[in-house]
C-alpha cells in the first residue's frame, strides 16, 4: 500500500504545475487545469452558438423590417391615389348634388306653374266658358 501511495503522489508531484496555487496555497494540478479550460472551452462553444442563433435572428429581423417598409411604402403610394380618386369622385358628387338642386328648383317652379294652369281650367271650366277643340292635321 505505501508503495501505491508512493506511486501516486509521485504522479501527482509530476502533474502538479510549479508556481501555480490555488486559494488555499495548495498546488494546482495540470488536469484541474485541463478540466477548467474544456469547461471554459465549452462555455465559449455555447456563447458562440447563442450569438450565431442571435446573429440569424438578426438578418431574419432584418429582412422583415425591409418588407415590412417597402408594404408600407406601397400602402402609402396606394393611399396617395385613393385619396386623389376621392377626391375627383367627391368634386363630381358636388356638382350632380349643385344640378338636382337646379333641378328640383325649376320643377317646384313648374308644379306652381301647373298647379296655376290647373286652377285656372278649374274656374273656367265651373263658368263654362272653356271649351276644347281638337283639330285633326291631315
Same mark, same amino acid.
Given at each position: 500500500? *505505501?508503495?501505491?501511495?508512493? !506511486? ?8 502538479? /504545475?510549479?508556481?501555480? @496555487? *490555488?486559494?488555499? +496555497? &495548495?498546488? $494546482? ?5 485541463? =478540466?477548467?479550460? @474544456?469547461?471554459?472551452? +465549452? $462555455? /465559449? ?9 442571435? @446573429? ?7 429582412? &422583415?423590417?425591409?418588407?415590412?417598409? +417597402? ?8 393611399? +396617395?391615389?385613393? =385619396? ?9 358628387? !358636388? ?12 320643377? @317646384?317652379?313648374? &308644379?306652381?306653374?301647373? %298647379? %296655376?294652369?290647373? =286652377?285656372?281650367? *278649374?274656374?273656367?271650366?265651373?263658368? &263654362?266658358?272653356? !271649351?276644347?277643340? $281638337?283639330?285633326?292635321? $291631315?
Amino acid at each position: 500500500m *505505501d508503495q501505491q501511495k508512493h !506511486r501516486t503522489a509521485g504522479v501527482q508531484e509530476k502533474l502538479e /504545475i510549479v508556481g501555480v @496555487e *490555488d486559494e488555499a +496555497g &495548495n498546488p $494546482i494540478s495540470a488536469l484541474t487545469i485541463l =478540466s477548467l479550460l @474544456e469547461r471554459v472551452a +465549452g $462555455i /465559449i462553444d455555447n456563447v458562440q452558438t447563442c450569438q450565431q442563433r442571435m @446573429e440569424d435572428r438578426q438578418l431574419e429581423l432584418e429582412n &422583415n423590417i425591409k418588407t415590412i417598409q +417597402g408594404d408600407v411604402l406601397k400602402l402609402a403610394k396606394d393611399h +396617395g391615389a385613393t =385619396s386623389g380618386t376621392v377626391d375627383k369622385l367627391l368634386q363630381k358628387t !358636388r356638382k350632380v348634388s349643385a344640378n338636382v338642386k337646379e333641378v328640383r328648383t325649376r320643377v @317646384e317652379k313648374q &308644379n306652381v306653374r301647373v %298647379k %296655376k294652369v290647373e =286652377s285656372t281650367q *278649374d274656374e273656367l271650366l265651373t263658368r &263654362n266658358k272653356f !271649351r276644347v277643340v $281638337i283639330y285633326q292635321v $291631315i
